[in-house]
């Protein structure tokens, strides 16, 4: 708290009002690192606490202030672990890949290095990208049903489509729509777009040239006597950082399969079988899963999602749809088939949280920094990896409780 005492007169001015808590660079012409600080000191000031490890952060708050947060005053360190290489083989990653697991979770490393070993020794990952398109719901309020409806006929029409796409085009330069389609519910319409986004997620990028799109289509449809305007340009039909169905049967970002044979004998190893895993999984994750009303039909993924986005500089919210995902096992000839669909990983290897100097450090120790990938094969490739991971984690998972070793795990680990 000693830096406190230096800004005394500053802190008078902050609790009078005189200066603004968040425009600190601007009133007193100070880099975002040092009003980091004075904020950071300000508070401790006020409220009678210490912050030192929050405001002495390994982070350039001059490259993240407004592009990754607002109003600074630190960050939070979480322990970052190495879970292992896995061996992936897919239409974009192809090789062994360096894993990074950020967590506050005991166990969570440990258990997935086990799964990812099995995986490997087994001969590996083969996965596949389905489907890429992050997606955004425009939502356009008209006067009537018969004005909706002259709208949404066009929207869905193959002329629609174009018009749209050649003014989606007009406003980003490394994005290209894929498909629209629109919804109506009586005298408002869902008009839904996709869209490919390079190296990025993209989700501002298609937010931005979505209602520029729209705001274009309905300027037209002025000129012929329809009145209308966006209400939102995100109606909630995208879907974004909730469950929806649309995005488990549409996807939204990356869809992603892949699948794994474990052998008899590293099973047993671990005292299971395939017969048990299958059993397990069919009764927890598909039976269980669906008595409950849940769309994740898996034992643990956002475990998995949550550790690597936050590792490698994703949007962490978007585990919620990203989660949603099948997992299926079956025993053949005394091996265990296993193979996981993800819908909506929702995910980048350039801009938002990936340039941050740790998490961007982290991309590039895979090889998939995305600085000046226009083809996005960099965000694909960590797609592919990223299911990779969430099979090798539910098959641990699996493993352990099919031979009822899992209290006994998280104890041997808590102990130590």
């Given at each position: 708290m000693r830096d406190?005492?230096?800004?005394q007169?500053?802190f008078?001015?902050l609790?009078?009002?005189?200066?603004?808590?968040?425009?600190?660079?601007?009133?007193l012409?100070?880099?975002?690192?040092?009003?980091?600080?004075?904020r950071?000191?300000?508070?401790?000031?006020k409220?009678?606490?210490s912050?030192?490890?929050?405001?002495?952060p390994?982070?350039?708050?001059s490259?993240?202030?407004?592009?990754?947060?607002?109003?600074?005053?630190?960050?939070?360190t979480?322990?970052l672990?190495?879970?292992?290489?896995i061996?992936?083989s897919?239409?974009y990653a192809?090789?062994?890949?360096?894993?990074?697991?950020a967590t506050?979770?005991?166990?969570l490393v440990?258990?997935?290095?086990?799964?990812i070993?099995?995986i490997?020794?087994?001969?590996?990952v083969?996965?596949?990208v389905l489907?890429?398109?992050?997606?955004?719901?425009?939502?356009?309020?008209?006067?009537?049903?018969?004005?909706?409806?002259?709208?949404y006929?066009?929207?869905?029409?193959?002329?629609?489509?174009?018009?749209?796409k050649?003014?989606?085009?007009?406003?980003t330069?490394?994005?290209d729509l894929?498909?629209?389609?629109c919804?109506?519910?009586?005298?408002?319409l869902h008009?839904r777009?996709k869209?490919?986004t390079?190296?990025?997620?993209?989700?501002?990028?298609v937010?931005?040239?979505?209602?520029?799109?729209?705001?274009?289509l309905?300027?037209?449809?002025?000129?012929k006597?329809?009145?209308?305007?966006?209400l939102s340009?995100?109606?909630?039909m995208?879907?974004?950082?909730?469950?929806?169905?649309?995005d488990?049967?549409?996807g939204?970002g990356?869809?992603?399969?892949?699948?794994?044979?474990?052998?008899?004998?590293l099973?047993e190893?671990?005292?299971?079988?395939?017969?048990?895993?299958?059993?397990?999984?069919?009764?927890?994750?598909?039976?269980?899963?669906?008595m409950?009303?849940?769309?994740?039909?898996?034992?643990?993924?956002?475990?998995?999602?949550?550790?690597m986005?936050?590792?490698?500089g994703q949007?962490?919210?978007?585990?919620v749809?990203?989660?949603?995902?099948?997992?299926?096992?079956?025993?053949?000839?005394?091996?265990?088939?296993?193979?996981?669909?993800?819908?909506?990983?929702?995910?980048?290897?350039?801009?938002?949280?990936?340039?941050?100097?740790?998490q961007?450090?982290a991309?590039k120790?895979?090889?998939?920094?995305?600085e000046g990938?226009?083809?996005?094969?960099s965000?694909?490739?960590?797609?592919?990896?990223?299911?990779?991971?969430?099979?090798?984690?539910?098959?641990?998972?699996?493993i352990?409780?099919s031979?009822?070793?899992?209290?006994?795990?998280h104890?041997e680990l808590?102990?130590?």
């Amino acid at each position: 708290m000693r830096d406190s005492y230096k800004y005394q007169e500053l802190f008078k001015k902050l609790d009078n009002g005189d200066v603004k808590l968040y425009n600190i660079e601007a009133d007193l012409g100070v880099d975002s690192n040092e009003a980091t600080l004075i904020r950071a000191s300000y508070l401790e000031s006020k409220f009678h606490a210490s912050l030192d490890h929050i405001k002495n952060p390994n982070v350039d708050f001059s490259k993240a202030i407004n592009s990754n947060i607002e109003n600074s005053v630190g960050a939070i360190t979480l322990p970052l672990g190495y879970a292992g290489a896995i061996k992936v083989s897919g239409l974009y990653a192809s090789g062994e890949y360096p894993i990074l697991i950020a967590t506050t979770e005991g166990k969570l490393v440990a258990g997935l290095s086990r799964g990812i070993s099995t995986i490997s020794k087994s001969g590996g990952v083969s996965t596949r990208v389905l489907s890429d398109g992050m997606a955004r719901d425009v939502m356009v309020s008209t006067e009537s049903v018969n004005d909706a409806f002259e709208i949404y006929q066009f929207v869905n029409s193959r002329e629609g489509i174009d018009f749209l796409k050649s003014k989606f085009k007009e406003k980003t330069a490394h994005g290209d729509l894929l498909s629209v389609k629109c919804y109506q519910i009586g005298k408002i319409l869902h008009i839904r777009f996709k869209a490919f986004t390079g190296a990025a997620m993209g989700m501002n990028m298609v937010t931005i040239a979505a209602e520029y799109s729209s705001e274009q289509l309905l300027s037209m449809f002025e000129g012929k006597g329809i009145k209308a305007k966006i209400l939102s340009e995100s109606g909630n039909m995208c879907t974004d950082k909730k469950p929806s169905a649309i995005d488990f049967i549409e996807g939204r970002g990356v869809s992603v399969t892949a699948e794994a044979v474990i052998k008899k004998e590293l099973l047993e190893k671990a005292r299971s079988s395939a017969r048990d895993v299958e059993r397990l999984n069919r009764l927890k994750s598909l039976e269980g899963s669906a008595m409950a009303g849940s769309s994740g039909f898996n034992a643990q993924v956002a475990n998995i999602l949550a550790g690597m986005y936050a590792a490698y500089g994703q949007d962490i919210a978007q585990i919620v749809e990203g989660s949603q995902s099948i997992v299926e096992a079956e025993e053949s000839n005394g091996d265990l088939y296993i193979s996981i669909l993800l819908p909506s990983l929702e995910v980048g290897t350039y801009g938002g949280g990936t340039r941050l100097d740790a998490q961007k450090e982290a991309l590039k120790l895979l090889g998939l920094y995305g600085e000046g990938d226009l083809t996005g094969s960099s965000r694909l490739a960590f797609a592919e990896i990223v299911a990779s991971v969430a099979l090798a984690g539910e098959l641990n998972l699996l493993i352990i409780e099919s031979s009822h070793e899992l209290s006994k795990s998280h104890g041997e680990l808590n102990r130590k």
